[in-house]
């Protein structure tokens, strides 16, 4: 068990709907940023402006002009309470301002107050409060404790989704100086070095180059993992995780194998180094709008002919909804593919075409389930039909593996739970935020191995992955329980050249 | 009273339908910068036409979401419906409108009676939803229980009218078709129409903006088709004109 500074909530059977409890999450503040680049790298002022108040206003109006989202969603409320019981970090928290409507309410008491006729002069009536210091903290602190995983949205009868109004506060409190330093100074280093974790261009050809000499060591094959190479057909963004830890670089590596064995000619790039787009999770289109364009670039400059994205949930949320709107058009790549396609898409495609040879009993060690990545399960699609985003993971994990069953149908797709970490909150200053995030999806995990003996759980998201490994100790599960798909594809993959020698090899390998 | 009474729906007509019609052209004029429908949506126009009904017609998502409020809430819309299709009969003359709307008006008529009766009892399983769930009781403004409470009382009035206090329609249909007719001064009544004219009165300024409202949705009304088709609205592409 990891030690805690908080109580670990402890998994029960069934994740019942609790009792509020009022103010529970209000001393969890996210750190704010306190270097004034990391607001001004981004266009934002650099710390707290003297009259933020009407600036924070401003902002909202500004933005309830600009995103029909806002203002239908700030109005359209009716207070049913249908969302009320579906988000995760109400589920184990109790906090009613992490509940969705409590969670929106607080920007909506300040939008009915000076923008609505009612407000103006029956506050009281309908529940109107006006902007002040306690609002603009409680803004902060609950905003950075939604992970906009649009759970809500699903089950709202207006589709009133609480990420579009999270996304809409958090831009606000930029505007006003009082970012999140999680988020922006990842977004400054995206700006200035071109990846989430700031890996400088040499320090990924170092690693890559390591990944070519471990396929040789251990399969004799030289697998390419190229890097800006110009002329490829296919371009290959992935999260900058990918690169370095564990168990993102396994997805790495199977990305590399299945290339291989496609012999489809391919290359990541040092400009578009970074898959994830942090711009979404602070609202700001242009900021989101910056980091997108460097997709494009890097697809120009190498002159690709397809663009395909490696696992990362947020990152195929821009990628598939917004890049055409915020880089596009792509006219200059090959109009026969879809632009951007997901990994999952393209092995999937491969798969069905019989040109990759698989060995599901390279994974026998594990039975697995998978968890549906909010961004991917309810903001985007894979293939051409609609829940596509569902069915071709599987497919792609049932293709390389012989044990595969779903957790609860609640918990799995469009119904799917955060992992707790999503939506800029992957920070540890947010521990206890994540930590209870996560119940819900560690409850039908533990359900699953308990009932059906599941081992392993598989996830396409940089942050899941990442959540995952930090909390599943907190729980007494094992942090190398989560793996990557393209890990099991990775291992199933029997590359061609490794057949004849391969085999004798792999006997004496056998342990 | 019955100059009262015509002074007061002028104005609150006028205000339900100016106020309504600006909310809607509010709606209709801010832009949709980003495809955020949620997922899995229809990907083409008729799909998400087929959406929305479902969404409109029965309350598809609210259902996946809680059994209860689904019940009560339909419950009350759908009969809401019901009585107010019967009462076009006190604003139309039969031959001011097509053969088969009349039909439709008088096939309706005793549905609506008791459509009366399933209208108030859906708002009383909300109003004690609202009161009895915590977590829903904790988001409620005074306006919220005020809402169901306004909405019963006319539901209440109504059917104080028509199955205990008969009232005389057709000098209410006279006054409201302009022919001059004079209010009856029945307790029910004045109730009846006074909330009748709160209620028009708030419409544009309350959640009741959730009836254009759910038709602007972005989340729900788009077509799933973003790689297909590029999306971009003029702020955007001013945007981009402006970096590029
Ligand atoms: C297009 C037509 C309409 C649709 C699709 C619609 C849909 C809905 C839905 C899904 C809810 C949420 C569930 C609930 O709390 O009951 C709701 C609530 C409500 N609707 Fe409607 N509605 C429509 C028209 C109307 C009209 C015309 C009125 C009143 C004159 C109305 C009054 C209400 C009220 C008062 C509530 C809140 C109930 C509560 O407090 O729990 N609706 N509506
Ligand atoms: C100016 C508008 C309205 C007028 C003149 C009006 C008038 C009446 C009258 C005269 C009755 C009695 C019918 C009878 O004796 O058979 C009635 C019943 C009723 N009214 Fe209204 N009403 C109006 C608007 C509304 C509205 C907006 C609602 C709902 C929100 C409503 C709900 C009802 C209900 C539930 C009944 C009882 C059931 C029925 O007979 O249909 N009324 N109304």
């Given at each position: 068990m990891a030690k805690a500074e908080f109580d670990v909530p402890e998994l029960q059977e069934y994740v019942d709907v609790p009792e509020v409890e009022e103010g529970?999450?209000?001393?969890?503040k996210s750190f704010v940023v306190t270097k004034p680049e990391h607001n001004t790298d981004l266009g934002?002022?650099?710390?707290?402006?003297?009259?933020w108040h009407d600036k924070a206003l401003e902002k909202l109006d500004d933005l309830r002009g600009r995103y029909r989202s806002l203002q239908v969603f700030l109005d359209a409320c009716?207070?049913?309470?249908?969302?009320?019981?579906?988000?995760q970090y109400f589920l184990s928290t109790?906090?009613?301002?992490?509940m969705p409507v409590g969670r929106q309410d607080l920007l909506r008491k300040v939008y009915r107050r000076y923008f609505t006729f009612a407000g103006k002069y029956f506050p009281k009536l309908v529940g109107a409060e006006d902007l002040t210091r306690e609002t603009l903290d409680d803004w902060y602190n609950y905003y950075h404790q939604c992970?906009?995983?649009r759970r809500c949205s699903v089950f709202c009868p207006y589709g009133i989704d609480t990420a579009e109004i999270s996304m809409a506060a958090r831009e606000i409190l930029d505007s006003i100086?009082?970012?999140?330093k999680y988020c922006n100074e990842i977004i400054a280093k995206v700006h200035k070095i071109g990846n989430n974790l700031g890996l400088p261009g040499p320090a990924i050809e170092n690693t890559l180059e390591g990944l070519e000499e471990d396929m040789v060591d251990d399969f004799?094959?030289?697998v390419k993992f190229p890097l800006?190479?110009?002329?490829?057909e296919v371009l290959l963004v992935t999260p900058s995780a990918d690169f370095f830890v564990e168990p993102h670089v396994d997805g790495l590596i199977g990305y590399g194998k299945v290339f291989h064995e496609a012999g489809i000619s391919w290359t990541m790039s040092t400009t578009a180094?970074?898959?994830?787009?942090f711009g979404m999770f602070i609202g700001s289109y242009e900021n989101m709008r910056r980091v997108a364009l460097r997709v494009r670039e890097a697809a120009l400059e190498l002159g690709v002919k397809r663009i395909v994205f490696g696992e990362c949930g947020h990152a195929w949320r821009v990628a598939y909804a917004f890049l055409n709107t915020l880089a596009?058009?792509?006219?200059?790549?090959?109009?026969?593919?879809?632009?951007?396609?997901?990994i999952c898409e393209f092995t999937d495609d491969l798969i069905k075409e019989g040109r990759l040879n698989l060995?599901?009993?390279?994974?026998?060690?594990m039975v697995l389930t998978f968890h549906d990545s909010c961004n991917v399960a309810r903001a985007t699609r894979m293939g051409?039909?609609?829940g596509g985003q569902f069915e071709i993971p599987r497919n792609v994990i049932k293709a390389v593996c012989n044990n595969y069953v779903d957790m609860h149908q609640d918990t799995i797709g469009e119904k799917t739970f955060c992992c707790g970490g999503g939506g800029g909150l992957l920070t540890d200053d947010l521990m206890e935020t994540r930590v209870n995030g996560a119940v819900p999806r560690m409850t039908a995990l533990q359900n699953a191995m308990n009932?059906?003996?599941?081992t392993h759980m598989a996830a396409i998201c940089a942050i899941c992955k990442s959540q995952f490994t930090k909390v599943l100790p907190y729980f007494?599960?094992?942090?190398?329980?989560i793996v990557s798909v393209h890990q099991l594809v990775g291992n199933a993959l029997i590359l061609t050249t490794q057949k004849s020698e391969g085999d004798d090899e792999e006997q004496e390998n056998d342990d | 009273m019955s100059f009262f009474f015509a002074l007061l729906f002028i104005l609150a007509s006028l205000v339900f339908v100016v106020g309504l019609t600006l909310k809607i052209i509010q709606y209709a004029k801010t832009?949709?910068?980003?495809?955020?429908?949620?997922?899995?949506?229809?990907?083409t126009k008729s799909g998400v036409v087929l959406r929305m009904f479902r969404e409109v017609v029965f309350f598809e998502s609210l259902f996946k979401s809680t059994k209860w409020t689904w019940i009560f809430s339909w419950v009350f819309h759908m009969a809401l419906l019901l009585v107010l299709i019967r009462h076009l009969r006190y604003f139309i003359?039969?031959?001011?409108?097509p053969a088969v709307v009349w039909t439709l008006i008088e096939l309706v008529q005793p549905f609506g009676m008791y459509a009366g009766f399933g209208m108030v009892l859906g708002l009383v399983g909300l109003f004690l939803r609202r009161v009895l769930v915590d977590r829903v009781r904790y988001i409620s403004a005074p306006s919220d229980y005020l809402m169901l409470l306004m909405l019963g009382f006319i539901g209440f009035s109504g059917l104080m009218m028509t199955?205990?206090?008969?009232?005389d329609i057709v000098a209410i249909k006279q006054f409201f078709t302009f022919n001059g007719g004079q209010l009856p001064a029945d307790f029910p009544l004045i109730i009846h129409l006074s909330l009748v004219a709160l209620l028009m009165l708030i419409f544009p300024f309350s959640k009741l903006l959730h009836v254009p409202g759910i038709f602007f949705s972005p989340t729900r009304n788009q077509v799933d088709n973003p790689r297909e088709k590029r999306h971009i609205v003029p702020w955007a592409k001013a945007l981009e004109e402006e970096q590029n």
């Open positions: 529970t999450m209000a001393h969890v934002f002022p650099g710390e707290l402006v003297e009259d009716v207070k049913c309470g249908s969302c009320t019981d579906k988000c109790k906090d009613p301002k992490n992970s906009q995983c100086g009082y970012g999140q004799g094959v030289e800006d190479v110009k002329g490829a180094s970074e898959a994830g787009n596009g058009p792509f006219d200059f790549l090959d109009p026969d593919y879809p632009v951007p396609q997901h060995d599901k009993s390279q994974n026998d060690d051409d039909k609609p009932e059906k003996g599941v007494g599960m094992e942090m190398d329980q | 832009p949709v910068p980003l495809k955020i429908v949620t997922t899995p949506a229809p990907v003359e039969p031959d001011a409108v199955f205990v206090v008969h009232t």
